[in-house]
């Protein structure tokens, strides 16, 4: 019972660290985001916007980083959990712009106004 505590305890501890809370804000941060991406696009019939899509790409190598660190940790589900959600987020904001189905607006007009795949 003790030692179950004290491992608790650490945990918890590990979670309020550089490490954990840098792996906490960008897997929040990545899941808010695509909350909004789906948002906008059901809420909204044109695939352009006012800036692009890329410039979010730091935010899934960041929690790509932390995944990195949580696994040198002993929170190995957590880390792999970061390492996927980064990944993919990254492979989908790329896939957002290249599929027209969320592009910049200079880039839409460039582009030649597609319409939306969907």
């Given at each position: 019972?003790?030692?179950?505590l004290?491992?608790?305890?650490?945990?918890?501890?590990?979670?309020?660290?550089?490490?954990?809370?840098?792996?906490?804000?960008?897997?929040?941060?990545?899941?808010?985001?695509?909350?909004?991406?789906?948002?906008?696009?059901?809420?909204?019939?044109?695939?352009?916007?006012?800036?692009?899509?890329?410039?979010?790409?730091p935010?899934?190598?960041?929690?790509?980083?932390?995944?990195?660190?949580?696994?040198?940790?002993?929170?190995?589900?957590?880390?792999?959990?970061?390492?996927?959600?980064?990944?993919?987020?990254?492979?989908?904001?790329?896939?957002?712009?290249?599929?027209d189905?969320?592009?910049?607006?200079?880039?839409?007009?460039?582009?030649?106004?597609?319409?939306?795949?969907?």
């Open positions: 019972m003790n030692k179950a004290s491992m608790q305890a650490r945990l918890s501890m590990r979670l309020f660290s550089w490490k954990g809370l840098l792996g906490l804000g960008s897997g929040l941060a990545l899941i808010l985001f695509w909350s909004l991406v789906v948002l906008r696009i059901v809420s909204h019939p044109e695939n352009h916007i006012g800036v692009s899509v890329l410039w979010i790409l935010l899934p190598l960041m929690a790509v980083l932390a995944g990195g660190l949580w696994l040198s940790t002993q929170l190995r589900r957590a880390g792999w959990a970061l390492l996927v959600l980064g990944l993919l987020s990254s492979m989908g904001v790329v896939l957002l712009d290249q599929l189905i969320l592009v910049e607006y200079e880039s839409w007009l460039e582009r030649g106004m597609p319409d939306r795949p969907f």
